[in-house]
């Protein structure tokens, strides 16, 4: 009874001291900011970098192998239960389940709030820009789009098209091309660090994240960025370099936006500039789609480059082929709960907050 007392104390302690860094870190961000700037960044992006040069996803891998044990078991107790003995032993091991739950609770909160949970609270990357963001007026907005259409119109002319005039996507070394557009906005503007990892595609598990509406996550528990290679070309430059500014400490979703879209902006290949443009057009579209009437958006609407209007039509038929499932919705309400908790009180409205940073970005320039 002493072993078992033991065991329960050590799984309660594991449980309650990443919590309870967690409670101080909403409470005092500036703890947030020492931990992301004096711990974060001096061991996890090294290790990260390492783990981004396996050539494979060791999340991929662990999903598969934790269904294949989760079968293993199922069918062994199955035929456990044809025999007295055998169900005798499954309550022998019935009684350990509430503590090996709690060990498995305890071992995930621990990785996930040392890798990912205490970055929600750090500074802000904007204070690395010295601009402070402000909730937008239409007119701003209005201003935004047409400098963001101005710009695209003159990097529309240099991407590749197929027959149809969609942008085609150049794929050939477009992690490193990633990486170096990170690299670049680190000379620029700094605050990324000195190691900036390798993202990696999703190979096995692309289509399943198409059907839960998800285009790239950051894994804590493996420390890898992934993104899905089967969305919409347009798109894929931008979730690269979105899952990068994760996986180097920056979790807050409108932070990872913002970052993505100014290493693409800087980014010395023209497909990352696109997608950069097309992301911020798309983005600053939706917030204007609620703030104007039908006609008025008709007529910004029909303002862009004809290159970006083809493309958003495939983004929006990717996105009706999966946003009516029942998976995709239960995915985003998992994923805005989750950003909820994790104070992102908007939520996966909090994505579109990018628009406010990209307000008080060129409002400073």
């Known amino acids: 009874m002493k ?11 594991i449980l309650l001291l990443p919590l309870t860094l967690l409670v101080i870190s909403h409470k005092i961000p500036s703890f947030s900011q020492w931990y992301a700037t004096n711990i974060y960044q001096k061991i996890f992006p090294p290790i990260i970098v390492l783990i981004s040069h396996i050539p494979f996803s060791i999340y991929e891998i662990i999903i598969i192998l ?12 199955i035929f456990l239960l044809f025999s007295k003995q055998g169900r005798k032993r499954l309550l022998r091991e019935a009684k350990k389940i509430p503590l090996g739950i709690l060990y498995i609770i305890s071992v995930i909160l621990f990785i996930f709030i040392f890798t990912a949970g205490l970055n929600y609270a750090r500074e802000s990357y904007t204070h690395q820009l010295k601009i402070v963001a402000q909730p937008s007026s239409i007119d701003a907005l209005i201003n935004l789009y047409h400098l963001l259409i101005e710009q695209a119109a003159d990097i529309v002319q240099y991407v590749e098209t197929d027959s149809s005039g969609f942008f085609v996507l150049n794929r050939e070394n477009i992690v490193e091309e990633a990486r170096k557009s990170m690299i670049n906005l680190n000379k620029i503007y700094g605050g990324l660090g000195q190691n900036i ?6 190979f096995i598990f692309g289509e399943l994240f198409n059907n839960l509406n998800i285009s790239g996550f950051f894994s804590p528990f493996t420390l890898e960025a992934h993104y899905n290679n089967s969305v919409p070309s347009s798109r894929i430059p931008f979730v690269i370099t979105h899952e990068l500014s994760h996986a180097i400490g920056f979790m807050r979703e409108d932070e990872a936006n913002f970052i993505a879209f100014l290493a693409c902006k800087y980014s010395d290949n023209i497909d990352f500039q696109y997608s950069g443009h097309f992301e911020a057009i798309s983005y600053t579209l939706s917030a204007l789609r609620r703030e104007i009437n039908r006609e008025q958006y008709a007529e910004l609407y029909y303002m862009m480059p004809y290159q970006v209007i083809r493309d958003l039509s495939v983004l929006y038929s990717h996105s009706q082929k999966y946003d009516g499932k029942a998976t995709a919705v239960v995915s985003q309400k998992v994923n805005d709960t989750y950003l909820k908790i994790n104070r992102q009180e908007d939520g996966i409205k909090s994505y579109g907050r990018m628009v406010d940073l990209l307000l008080a970005y060129y409002d400073h320039l």
């Open 3 to 13: 072993r078992i007392y033991k065991l329960w104390i050590s799984g309660v302690l």
């Open 66 to 77: 934790l269904i294949i044990l989760v079968l293993f078991f199922l069918i062994k107790d």
């Open 197 to 202: 990892p390798r993202a990696k595609p999703l």
